[in-house]
């Protein structure tokens, strides 16, 4: 396993890293899995080099993120979590108690990374005004080490969101939506979060559109549409089938993960799961080298107009 000091953290952190949310949520979305399954999921990314776990309130997979960590060395494990922002404004007393439940979830005393989670740009004057504060506080508390903030990326396409928290100074960790297909975060977020050296974490690396081959056709097809690729520079008969065909990568998932790996400005790479052989063949996909010059060229030669859509 590769690792990388997330930002201004100073957190040695491994470039994969096990996202218990999105569409598996550990194989507890559809109950796919027990909770046994998905503990020793995490136990197995755990014991192959992997450091760093995403979860939240929101995902109901604390508990078994918790359940697991308790069985090895807590010290080297980084922790990120969130608070759930849903609906009206939360309250200061409000992120207090749900940062304690996530504690007592999680079996432990210390969040490493803890967020606001999906937080809208229309949201964001009020939380870093209000909330904001309340976070410092429980950070001089000792209960949480780095603030972080993560973006809504379909409500918010334009990452008008965390295009502003990377100028402002406060935040040490941010979680951006980024893949082959949606480029857009280079120079909005990306940059700017190398310049003011800040932590990235990345999301939707291959959620759906990636990862299921009628997905990606559709959406490719979408894309086309709307103008944002050159029809010409897509075989919808083999969508992207120049990655596997021309030797660069064992699958499309394999070089969309290599693809968000070696963008500059990138630490950890979110994986989600909830199936072992998946966990192992993205273990092995992180261990392979960077994705020929001339295929990742290719990649941001089709993509560069493609602003729509997230795979998701
Ligand atoms: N706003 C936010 O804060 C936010 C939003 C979304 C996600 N996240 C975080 O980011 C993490 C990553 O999630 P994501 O939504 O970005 O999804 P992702 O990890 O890019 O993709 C996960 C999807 O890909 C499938 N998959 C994984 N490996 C595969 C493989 N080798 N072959 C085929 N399919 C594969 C999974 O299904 P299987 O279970 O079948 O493998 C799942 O459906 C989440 O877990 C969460 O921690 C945060």
Redesign the pocket.
């Known amino acids: 396993m590769q690792y990388r000091t997330l930002g201004r953290t100073g957190l040695n952190v491994s470039v994969m890293?096990?996202?218990?949310?999105?569409?598996?949520?550990?194989?507890q979305r559809d109950n796919?899995r027990t909770e046994a399954q998905s503990v020793a999921l995490v136990l197995r990314g755990i014991d192959a080099g992997v450091n760093f776990i995403?979860?939240?309130e929101a995902?109901r997979t604390e508990e078994i993120v918790g359940a697991a960590v308790a069985q090895r060395d807590r010290s080297q494990i980084i922790i990120?979590t969130?608070k759930r922002l849903r609906g009206a404004n939360i309250t200061r007393e409000e992120l207090r108690a749900g940062l304690h439940d996530s504690l007592r979830r999680l079996r432990t005393d210390y969040i490493d990374v803890y967020?606001l989670?999906?937080l809208k740009p229309d949201q964001y004057d009020y939380y870093r005004q209000e909330i904001l504060p309340a976070m410092q506080d429980l950070q001089r508390e000792g209960k949480i080490r780095f603030l972080g903030v993560?973006?809504?990326?379909s409500g918010d396409l334009e990452h008008e969101m965390l295009a502003r928290a990377v100028q402002d100074g406060f935040w040490d960790v941010i979680?951006v939506?980024f893949?082959l297909l949606n480029q857009k975060a280079r120079e909005s977020v990306l940059r700017p979060a190398i310049e003011h050296d800040i932590g990235v974490?990345?999301?939707?690396?291959?959620?759906?559109a990636?990862?299921?081959p009628a997905k990606l056709k559709s959406t490719l097809e979408q894309l086309i549409e709307i103008g944002e690729i050159d029809a010409n520079d897509i075989d919808l008969d083999y969508p992207l089938g120049f990655l596997i065909e021309s030797g660069a990568a064992a699958?499309?998932?394999?070089a969309?993960?290599r693809f968000t790996r070696d963008e500059r400005g990138a630490h950890v790479i979110?994986?989600?799961?909830?199936?072992p052989?998946?966990?192992d063949?993205?273990l092995a996909?992180f261990a392979r080298p960077p994705l020929p010059p001339e295929i990742t060229a290719r990649l941001k030669h089709i993509f560069r107009g493609a602003h729509s859509v997230t795979?998701?």
């Open positions: 890293g096990i996202g218990a949310g999105g569409p598996s949520r550990l194989g796919i995403d979860t939240a995902y990120s969130k967020h989670h999906g993560t973006e809504n990326w979680m939506g893949n974490l990345i999301m939707f690396a291959i959620r759906r990636l990862s299921q699958s499309i998932p394999d969309a993960y979110l994986s989600g799961t909830g199936n052989q998946h966990l063949a993205n996909t795979g998701g």
